[in-house]
């Protein structure tokens, strides 16, 4: 006979199993969800999610992905591979298509982050999607504490954080009215502990540099950033190589690397957890420039 | 490792923050550059320490007012557990947050100030906590270095709670003297308080037993989703996706689906690739029947002789969200496991005091934050359990439908 205590769910299976009742509630009530996928590890285990939850049919919705222009290469090679193998469609929204059709000017100082808000919410509203699963993550940044899991955005796809829905049980409210839609956060409860075990659990593909290898960087801002021609060094600025991992994957004028030797899973996995800083402290260049800098941008209508 | 979700109540006096902060530093959940974060803050504003409320103050509406305006949802982890923590302000405008943080917790942590003993404020807490049947309630006793570590202070505050929770349904109550700043009994024992024999803080949280919180008998799923893939490979799938709400189900079980009746057996449940031999709460499964039936959302899979009674009329306690209050005659769209209709209010059986526990039977609305026992009429059957015997069929939300806003919460009597 077994007991109660046989009947418990490891966290990650709970977790799991919470993410895939999002993904189905979405699909069973919203007319056009979408997936954003950015290629990295987040939007990585959501799609894998997404795929337990409709198996064995396909995904019930696209992917989109914003081209900032500046994606890793390695990135985009794995975001081709998961297409490929899912056979699902892929939207992808560009930046410089954004600039030269004249919905976006580029003043050759708002950073590739920051205008990849205006190309998001265009491709949202021209695909007439009316949900979009993200990957952000309540642990990531203090203004994530307070997201809903349906997180409601109004026609101008700005985000009220004093205004929010109460959110109980795993009762979700996706009422819309014209117009409106709603940003869905699967991951909300993991932390970046748990994506990196349900990674390496699951045996799952990801770009090759979140795994250690050899980089041309520079320092800025106190971060490695990638030498290549679309980010060009600044004076004083010099070029070494070095051993470097990424933690969290963004366009790469802004996304810094951290020196690692980390090249297993299994080795990431022990680096993230005793690691001291956040991952978005220690490398994203969009997160630090205030203290609310990440609040500021989701009311805009960032992921 | 597994997974506890516990809410937390008390109001910035009481120290909740710090020890939130607390818990968050000793377990290794704050980063280093948090902590630089906090402690610049602290230091700008003139502190002579670093407060690490800060820490869990989220938004900057929330900083400029001082205050904590929503529930805002933390995570640690110890070797043993993983932890979520829904930090609710506890203020008495914010009693719909803490019902929104209560909803989903294994246990209620209730702060006091020793100093103080019980508020009206403290009692809320646990009368909200007892009626969302949050199973698991602690409280600790804040500030016990400020009253020299004394038995008696503690002794009193702790009789007095004992007693006030009698006239509750509080299953299971630990009660805890600590100090968050000094950081007494919050991870290890104090040296301080040799005269109390039970745990830490910590130690409770991992090890205070949930196994059996979930009910393992009454065989409750309800259908959120049919797969069909049509495709040349899965030609005839078909399968009901959904997540166990309660029980345990296996291939060859015999089940009847709600509201049709219809009888048959599981022919298999799976899990992605994998076909699994049980399936218990809360896992997401995809459920097979032997027989074609016509099954879609919205309908309940269950045993034979032991399912929920399918009405259209609901007796509930329910705690009010929004400004313009709960009237009769008002009508609403209802959510209630995944079956969505609209309702009607029949009657506002009475408004329940949540300081005195008084019932007023005069009362003839329910304003914001108040919490009422009410009768509904809905336009289709729901499929309904008590809420003490089961948190997810004996729940439901209530939508405004000109704004879309979630406007009230029901607990199933």
Redesign the interface.
Known sequence: MK???D?????L??????S??IF??V??ELERPVLMFSGGKDSIVMLRLA????????LPFPLLQVDTGLDFPEVLATRDAWVDRLGVNLVVASVDQAIADGILVDDGRTSRNRMQIATLLEALESGGFTAAFGGGR??EE??R??ERVYS?RDEFGQWD??N????????Y?G???EGEHLRIFPL??W?E??IWHYIARERIEIPSIYFSHRRRVFERDGMLLSEHPANPCREGEVVTERTVRFRTVGDLSLTGCVESTAATLDEIVEEVAV????ER??TRGDDRFS??AM?DRKKEGYF | MDLLRFATAGSVDDGKSTLIGRLLLDSKAIFEDQLEAVEATSKTKGYDYTDLALLTDGLRSEREQGITIDVAYRYFATPRRKFIIADTPGHVQYTRNMVTGASTADLGLVLVDARQGLTEQSRRHAVILSLLRVPHLVLAVNKMDLVGYDQEVFERIRAEFVTFTQRLNVPDLAVIPISALQGDNVVTRSENMTWYDGSSLMHHLENVHIASDRDLRDVRFPVQYVVRPKSDEYHDYRGYAGRVASGVMKPGDEVMVLPSGLTSRIAGIDLFEDEIAEAFPPMSVVVRLEDDLDVSRGDMICRVKNAPEPTQDLDAMICWMTREPLRPRQKLAIKHTTRSARAVVKDIQYRLDINSLHRDTEARELGLNEIGRVTLRTTQQLLVDPYEQNRTTGSFILIDEATGNTVGAGMIN
Do not use: C, M
């Open positions: 007991s109660a205590a009947y418990r769910l490891s966290q299976d709970e977790l799991e199993s919470e895939i009742h189905r509630e699909v069973a795929e337990k939850a409709f198996h064995p049919a396909r309540r642990d203090k203004a504490a307070k409601h954080p004093k929010q829905r109460p959110e109980l049980w795993s009762l409210n009422r819309l009215h909300s409860n932390t502990l748990d690691a001291r800083v956040t402290g220690a203290e609310a609040e």
